[in-house]
């Protein structure tokens, strides 16, 4: 498990691969920062993807570990997006506290005719689908899972109509993920995938905000709706999250502490312990052994290539060859 760097490690030095939890008590905002380097630069080396498939899946990383790392219980975290577009599937894992892993599936052909147009952006890659976020705490507690729609939209479109249906707090979400040059003598140099996000809600002490009301569905068309003003405070913490800008959630020479006074220093902003965030399958060979030996003896023969079984995790692309005679009986 991941150790909790000191504060100010993310702070004032150019940390990456850490989640850092924030609070704007001017303003009754509560956030977090998240920011990946390594971690999410070796997930994606797994696979091969193409470039606009690898900034989906680390906004999509950088999503999962802003939610996730909000839950009081140990447990998985998973965000899910199922959809009509060039990419159909896409699953993050968080196993909580600081544990995180990621694929996708996606059709090869449709992700390059939309590069070539310079199109490839998250709303037309995803399409019209679903997203799903799983909170899993193990058992004998029982999953709870939340359902947004995926309309060709992004995800922070889709993190903020969940927020907007399910948990009716007022909530502000940026994600960015881009390549950029590492010039770490101790890590090899040239281009490698970063991502970063941030997370505003408010969360004032006399409970949540109630946020305004969604158009009914049998208003008659171009009727006036009567709007709900959002809290001042609200406006302003969320305004102010609407200007940071891609490059600062992912530049490593602009520090957490840097990016976190810039925007809320007049109004105080507090920050509390860091948790370190790892790349880290769960795959193993007596888990993959397990399983095989579920399924029945004449399906397994099926399996059988030059005598073994070869299983591949698709989450780090891991290969494992299996005797069939381990599994008999």
């Known amino acids: 498990m991941a150790s909790r760097p000191p504060a100010a490690a993310v702070l004032d030095a150019a940390a990456d691969d850490f989640v850092l939890p924030f609070a704007v008590d001017g303003l009754d905002v509560r956030g977090r920062l998240v920011r990946l380097g390594p971690a999410i630069d070796t997930i994606l080396a797994r696979h091969g993807y193409p470039d606009s498939v690898c900034a989906l899946i680390a906004e999509a990383a950088a999503l999962t570990i802003l939610l996730g790392s909000t839950l009081k219980t140990m447990g998985r975290f998973i965000l899910q997006t199922q959809s009509d577009g060039p990419v159909r599937l896409m699953v993050v894992d968080l196993e909580l506290p600081d544990r995180v892993r990621a694929c996708a599936s996606f059709d090869a052909r449709r992700v390059e005719a939309l590069e070539r147009a310079g199109e490839a952006q998250a709303g037309n890659l995803l399409g019209a689908g679903s997203l799903a976020m799983t909170i899993d705490p193990g058992p004998p507690a029982s999953r709870y899972q939340g359902i947004v729609p995926l309309t060709g939209g992004s995800l922070e479109d889709a993190a903020h109509l969940y927020f907007r249906q399910s948990e009716q707090i007022p909530t502000s979400v940026r994600l960015a993920a881009a390549r950029a040059f590492r010039s770490s003598p101790d890590r090899d140099r040239g281009l490698h995938w970063r991502c970063g996000g941030i997370i505003v809600q408010h969360l004032p002490a006399s409970g949540p905000a109630r946020m305004a009301d969604l158009p009914p569905g049998d208003a008659p068309e171009g009727a006036a709706l009567d709007p709900q003003l959002e809290p ?98």
């Open 232 to 329: 001042d405070e609200w406006s302003e913490a969320r305004l102010i999250a609407e200007t940071v800008e891609d490059h600062e959630l992912i530049d490593p020479s602009i520090t957490a502490g840097q990016l976190l006074y810039r925007l809320y220093h007049e109004r105080g902003v507090r920050v509390f312990d860091p948790q370190a965030i790892v790349e880290r399958c769960r795959c193993s060979r007596e888990g993959i052994t397990a399983m095989l030996s579920t399924f029945p003896d004449a399906d397994r023969e099926h399996m059988v290539r030059d005598g073994m079984i070869e299983v591949t995790c698709e989450f780090c692309s891991t290969r494992y060859r299996i005797d069939p005679a381990s599994l008999a009986g």
